[in-house]
């Protein structure tokens, strides 16, 4: 149900008659489930695959499947959080998450929405705040917010844009765990496909790590650890130090070649 | 706490004092009894009274109401030395203060009726033409194939003043009163369209994402995100709008109204009765004064959420 396959996608922006090639040939499969994490420098293209997966932007070539089904605009199968907060700045954070509730299931009624609203919001420690509206809260409480809004939705596809970016280390290791949780689903997984630029974030998480370059996937590394994970137990295990280092390498490898380039 | 009596309130009060012992002593020009006049300058100083004690509880500048008396008391004064006491200004074109403020007394039936009259025709105007812009601006700024039509023909005809046209609306249409509620409407709408078109065109990228992946359809789209996401442009219009509005009315009235605030000042104009004339443009500035406070407020209580 949840599984993504990418086949060829090319997609470029035009503005002023100028053409930016931003993905090139892309493919991708993500299984029914699973957690894939996308890392990458800045700028090489992790939002613009994830706003093509949210049914924002068509592609210029290629084909993307969701189950069976060809992916043809947005839906609320998928919930998205994105890398900038999204609320609506006229509706209170209870309203915000109770209409993200209510698209996802037309039926349910108010109170009920409300209720489960109050639920996710209090999960991510926000419940004190319900009838605040996001003018009145930092970036990183209006992120918690929107995470909040996209799993109360209870989509199959998660898509999340750097999520945790704004937020302090224990509201981090708090949100990584309540993700991996409701990732779960008590056996029911979804699917989640996760940007970040945090390496020990990344293999805390995930089940593979995609590594990208400009328009391009690059790398691909299983991450093998048993659920659920602790930072402390896989940070001692012995091919920890080798995962992390090669990841790092990616990074250091992709800016490496940019100063070769830049000096011819 | 800040002073009251600091020197611009002492020299507001020092004025007011000349003014009345001036008003009282008996001048070259036969006038009106003063009592209303007195009374007007009374009103006054409570007024003013009032601001300097919201400014106080307010923190903000006490010296501005009374900057602004004293340069009203001046003005007083001028107008009753110049025209009552000394008797050197033309004696039509320039009436006493004694007679104009005694028109209010003697004429207030005439000027209410003429008051009520022009609100009925503003408000009718002025809402009708709002509502017609926001309800046809919005889907019509959202829906692409709309707007390209709508666009170009909106921008040709929003500029054409409606002032231009309010001859041939009073011509055609049945009633007077149709054909200047009509001049309001038309003069509101097609900016209120434009706006609305080009505010729903330019919508915050975020926003509109985040309602695009929670799959709003069309009808959520206007009535739950696009609605709330123009309205504050809206009210921060209604200002100019309600100008716009008066500016029309009173327009209109000149061209052939019986009654209502523009007929009476265009009235007495032509029969040269200045008093009459002088005592109608108080009358229109504290009842626009009014109506401009009254959208203040709506403007400060409307939009929570800024
Ligand atoms: N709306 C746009 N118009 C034109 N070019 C764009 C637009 N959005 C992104 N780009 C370009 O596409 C490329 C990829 O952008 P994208 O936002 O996908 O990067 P990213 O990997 O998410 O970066 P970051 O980690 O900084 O968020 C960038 O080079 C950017 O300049
Ligand atoms: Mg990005």
């Known amino acids: ?264 | 706490m800040k002073k009251i009596f600091n020197l611009p309130f002492l020299v507001a009060h020092l004025l007011l004092l000349i003014l009345i012992v001036t008003v009282l002593q008996q001048g070259q020009k036969a006038v009106q009894p003063n009592t209303a006049f007195l009374v007007g300058i009374g009103l006054i100083e409570l007024l003013y009274l009032y601001k300097l004690w919201r400014a106080r509880s307010k923190e903000k500048s006490l010296k501005a109401p009374s900057d602004i008396v004293v340069l009203v008391w001046i003005f007083l004064l001028i107008w009753e030395i110049t025209v009552t006491q000394l008797n050197i200004m033309h004696p039509v074109l320039v009436p006493a203060p004694e007679d104009v403020f005694h028109v209010f007394p003697t004429q207030y039936r005439t000027l209410l009726e003429g008051v009520v009259s022009s609100l009925q025709l503003l408000l009718i105007g002025f809402f009708l033409g709002l509502s017609f812009g926001v309800i046809l601006g919005l889907p019509v700024g959202w829906i692409p194939r709309l707007r390209d039509v709508c666009f170009p023909i909106a921008n040709v005809l929003a500029p054409i003043p409606p002032v231009v046209f309010a001859p041939y609306l009073i011509a055609i249409m049945p009633t007077f009163r149709s054909a200047s509620a009509l001049v309001i409407l038309l003069g509101i709408f097609w900016p209120t369209l434009l706006g609305m078109i080009i505010r729903v065109g330019s919508i915050d990228r975020r926003i509109l994402e985040s309602a695009r992946v929670l799959n709003v359809d069309n009808r959520t789209m206007v009535l739950k995100i696009l609605f709330p996401y123009v309205l504050p442009g809206v009210v921060s219009g209604l200002k100019v709008s309600l100008t716009t509005s008066v500016i029309m009315l009173t327009f209109a009235e000149m061209m052939g109204a019986t009654k209502g605030m523009g007929f009476y000042i265009i009235n007495y104009t032509h029969y040269a009765n200045y008093t009459n004339v002088v005592a109608g443009f108080i009358v229109v500035g504290v009842v626009v004064t009014f109506l401009n406070w009254v959208v203040g407020i709506v403007q400060t209580k409307a939009i929570k959420w800024q």
């Open chain 1, 1 to 264: 149900m949840g599984a993504i396959s990418i086949k060829e996608l090319s997609f470029s922006y035009t503005d002023h008659n100028q053409s930016y090639l931003a993905l090139d040939n892309v493919n991708l499969q993500i299984n029914d489930g699973e957690f894939v994490c996308l890392i990458g420098h800045s700028g090489c293209g992790k939002t613009t695959l994830l706003k093509i997966l949210a049914g924002l932007m068509l592609p210029d070539k290629g084909e993307i499947r969701l189950g069976d089904r060809l992916l043809q605009g947005p839906g609320t199968d998928r919930a998205v959080v994105f890398q900038h907060y999204s609320l609506f700045p006229w509706m209170t954070v209870l309203q915000n998450v109770e209409f993200g509730i209510r698209q996802a299931k037309k039926k349910m009624p108010k109170r009920q929405a409300q209720q489960l609203a109050l639920k996710y919001l209090d999960k991510v420690g926000m419940a004190a705040f319900s009838a605040k509206y996001p003018y009145q809260l930092s970036g990183g409480m209006q992120q918690r917010v929107a995470i909040a809004r996209a799993l109360a939705m209870d989509a199959e596809i998660l898509l999340l844009d750097e999520p945790f970016g704004a937020l302090d280390t224990k509201r981090r290791k708090d949100l990584q765990r309540l993700l991996e949780q409701l990732w779960n689903n008590g056996g029911q997984r979804k699917t989640v496909l996760f940007v970040t630029h945090d390496i020990d974030e990344a293999i805390l998480l995930a089940d593979r790590i995609i590594f990208m370059r400009p328009g391009k996937i690059t790398a691909c590394l299983k991450v093998p650890y048993e659920r659920p994970r602790k930072q402390e137990e896989i940070s001692k295990s012995p091919n920890y130090e080798k995962l992390k280092a090669d990841l790092q390498q990616l990074f250091y490898l992709d800016s490496e070649l940019k100063k070769h380039e830049e000096d011819l």
